[in-house]
């Protein structure tokens, strides 16, 4: 039986606590025991990287180079290993854990160049013979909190800014993925980072989480996951004055126009709705159809949906691996008779099936209207709807009336509507012709309105949330 221990101030520690890791394809495939820390460990942890941080703010960009490279090189050389054990204990398809794996590989080799690249300015006061300069510095300890469906990208793409800056890290993974957290936590703790600047503190968030949240030595808190906990640290944060940045939820929108090509927009759909099983925030739940293309979309919509085969997540002819667990299933049926309730027609999918995992065959729902509950409430799998428009301007409407505004894209061969969308549409990424989930590494990611808080995160925009900027003023 392979073990997750926690990382607690450079210490491997499984605690006095553990909890089974179990195969959502095959839940009598127990992966492993998963350390599940307590109030005192993550206190300690935090101690540790409050300490640590101090000479880590000192390194040079060339220490933080070496790391942040090692900790990409491992990853990327080991890709397909990392993968497996992503797809084994999330669920999502075999090349989507190994693309995720190698994309948490690009981001530390992009933190890694950033590193040598941490720019301040310089400007002549508007006082005769002072000079003002601008610097980035560290912010102090991070703690860092992620979801369960990218459980190797989403720690790596807070943790690689928050090192490459001289902040040390304190990171609680997802309680359902706890052998990627594992298994980043022992490659950084092999890279030459000193002990103590990163630990791994594995727990149940809702005590633990708090613990993290008021310690007075962790300066900021970056979180991923849902609007009901990101709304509860972001209150605990605002009263203790910490720094905050939160990712959420979505209910992304893909219009689809009359002008567009029906192959690339059935396309889009199908993978921006239903990969990685739908459970991704950035996943087109709503499809907005106007009027001229709906009946040709919806049949070929429900003819590509109904022949995606669902299975283990780690058979090579599997595109659907299971929901993440039992719960989340129950709350996925539980939209697909909601939306039936509704009045909208169930197209294709929305049972469960057979097998020792947690397997449901995707739904997509047409005749839906944008005020029905399926359509303004985050399901977060493999459910989907179509909603018909008259035309461009009804369809960017509905678009955005939504409390979320994460990702958006439209399906169109005209300049004019994809131009005026980018520029009308409330979300924090727009797709033209692409599917709503699937993004560059090196590059802003992040939304508006109800799904995104604070700073972007990614690329160089990183640099806004992991560091503080400090203006000296020098009389020659
Ligand atoms: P969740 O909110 O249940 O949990 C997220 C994390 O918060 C977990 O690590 C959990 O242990 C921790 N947590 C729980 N209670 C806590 C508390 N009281 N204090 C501190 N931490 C606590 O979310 P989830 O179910 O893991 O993930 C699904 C959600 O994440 C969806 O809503 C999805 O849209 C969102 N998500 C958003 C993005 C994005 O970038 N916008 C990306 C992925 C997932």
Same mark, same amino acid.
């Given at each position: 039986?392979?073990?997750?221990?926690?990382?607690?101030?450079?210490?491997?520690?499984?605690?006095?606590?553990?909890?089974?890791?179990?195969?959502?394809?095959?839940?009598?495939?127990?992966?492993?025991?998963?350390?599940?820390?307590?109030?005192?460990?993550?206190?300690?942890?935090?101690?540790?990287?409050?300490?640590?941080?101090?000479?880590?703010? $000192?390194?040079?960009?060339?220490?933080?180079?070496?790391?942040?490279? &090692?900790?990409?090189?491992?990853?990327?050389? !080991?890709?397909?290993?990392?993968?497996?054990? *992503?797809?084994?204990?999330?669920?999502?398809?075999?090349?989507?854990?190994?693309?995720?794996?190698?994309?948490?590989?690009?981001?530390?080799?992009?933190?890694?160049?950033?590193?040598?690249?941490?720019?301040?300015?310089?400007?002549?006061?508007?006082?005769?013979?002072?000079?003002?300069?601008?610097?980035?510095?560290?912010?102090?300890?991070?703690?860092?909190?992620?979801?369960?469906?990218?459980?190797?990208?989403?720690?790596?793409?807070?943790?690689?800014?928050?090192?490459?800056? +001289?902040?040390?890290?304190?990171?609680?993974?997802?309680?359902?993925?706890?052998?990627?957290?594992?298994?980043?936590?022992?490659?950084?703790? !092999?890279?030459? *980072?000193? $002990?103590?600047?990163?630990?791994?503190?594995?727990?149940?968030?809702?005590?633990?989480?708090?613990?993290?949240?008021?310690?007075?030595?962790?300066?900021?808190?970056?979180?991923?996951?849902?609007?009901?906990?990101?709304?509860?640290?972001?209150?605990?944060?605002?009263?203790?004055?910490?720094?905050?940045?939160?990712?959420?939820?979505?209910?992304?929108?893909?219009?689809?126009?009359?002008?567009?090509?029906?192959?690339?927009?059935?396309?889009?759909?199908?993978?921006?709705?239903?990969?990685?099983?739908?459970?991704?925030?950035?996943?087109?739940?709503?499809?907005?159809?106007?009027?001229?293309?709906?009946?040709?979309?919806?049949? &070929?919509?429900?003819?590509?949906?109904?022949?995606?085969?669902? +299975?283990?997540?780690?058979?090579?002819?599997?595109?659907?691996?299971?929901?993440?667990?039992?719960?989340?299933?129950?709350?996925?049926?539980?939209?697909?008779?909601?939306?039936?309730?509704?009045?909208?027609?169930?197209?294709?999918?929305?049972? !469960?099936?057979?097998?020792?995992?947690?397997?449901?065959?995707?739904?997509?729902?047409?005749?839906?209207?944008?005020?029905?509950?399926?359509?303004?409430?985050?399901?977060?799998?493999?459910?989907?709807?179509?909603? $018909?428009?008259?035309?461009?301007?009804?369809?960017?409407?509905? &678009?955005?009336?939504?409390?979320?505004?994460?990702?958006?894209?439209?399906?169109?061969?005209?300049?004019?509507?994809?131009?005026?969308?980018?520029?009308?549409?409330?979300?924090?990424?727009?797709?033209?012709?692409?599917?709503?989930?699937?993004?560059?590494?090196?590059?802003?990611?992040?939304?508006?309105?109800?799904?995104?808080?604070?700073?972007?995160?990614?690329? !160089?925009?990183?640099?806004?949330?992991?560091?503080?900027?400090?203006?000296?003023?020098?009389?020659?």
């Amino acid at each position: 039986m392979t073990n997750f221990p926690n990382l607690i101030g450079g210490e491997w520690t499984m605690g006095t606590q553990s909890v089974p890791n179990v195969n959502p394809s095959d839940t009598a495939d127990v992966i492993g025991q998963a350390a599940r820390a307590t109030a005192d460990e993550m206190d300690q942890a935090i101690n540790a990287a409050h300490e640590a941080q101090k000479d880590w703010a $000192k390194s040079t960009p060339q220490q933080r180079f070496d790391v942040l490279d &090692a900790i990409g090189t491992e990853i990327l050389a !080991r890709k397909e290993e990392l993968g497996d054990l *992503l797809s084994r204990e999330e669920g999502k398809s075999l090349p989507e854990g190994i693309g995720e794996a190698a994309r948490a590989g690009q981001i530390f080799k992009f933190f890694a160049g950033e590193a040598l690249r941490l720019a301040g300015e310089r400007l002549d006061s508007v006082r005769p013979g002072v000079e003002v300069d601008m610097r980035r510095e560290p912010l102090g300890v991070v703690g860092l909190i992620t979801p369960w469906n990218f459980p190797i990208a989403i720690p790596a793409w807070k943790t690689a800014p928050a090192i490459c800056y +001289g902040n040390a890290v304190v990171l609680k993974a997802a309680e359902a993925v706890p052998g990627s957290a594992w298994a980043l936590a022992d490659i950084i703790s !092999r890279s030459g *980072l000193p $002990k103590g600047v990163f630990s791994l503190v594995n727990g149940r968030g809702s005590e633990i989480g708090p613990v993290m949240i008021d310690h007075p030595k962790v300066a900021a808190i970056s979180f991923t996951g849902s609007v009901q906990t990101g709304r509860s640290v972001a209150q605990a944060c605002a009263v203790n004055f910490k720094k905050v940045q939160l990712e959420m939820g979505g209910k992304n929108p893909m219009v689809v126009l009359d002008d567009a090509d029906l192959e690339v927009a059935v396309g889009a759909c199908v993978n921006g709705a239903f990969f990685s099983t739908g459970q991704r925030c950035t996943a087109s739940s709503r499809m907005i159809v106007t009027e001229g293309i709906y009946d040709d979309f919806v049949a &070929a919509m429900t003819k590509a949906v109904s022949a995606l085969k669902v +299975g283990d997540a780690r058979d090579a002819s599997t595109q659907i691996g299971p929901v993440i667990d039992e719960r989340q299933l129950e709350k996925d049926l539980e939209y697909v008779e909601i939306a039936k309730a509704e009045g909208a027609t169930l197209a294709c999918g929305g049972e !469960r099936l057979d097998g020792n995992g947690y397997f449901m065959s995707p739904a997509l729902f047409t005749d839906t209207r944008n005020d029905m509950r399926i359509n303004q409430e985050e399901v977060f799998g493999p459910v989907a709807t179509i909603i $018909k428009a008259k035309d461009y301007d009804e369809a960017l409407a509905l &678009a955005n009336d939504t409390e979320f505004g994460l990702s958006a894209g439209i399906c169109t061969t005209s300049l004019k509507y994809a131009t005026h969308f980018k520029a009308n549409v409330k979300a924090g990424m727009v797709m033209v012709n692409l599917p709503t989930a699937g993004v560059d590494y090196h590059v802003p990611f992040g939304g508006t309105k109800g799904s995104s808080y604070g700073s972007r995160e990614q690329g !160089r925009y990183a640099a806004e949330f992991y560091t503080t900027v400090k203006t000296s003023y020098t009389q020659a």
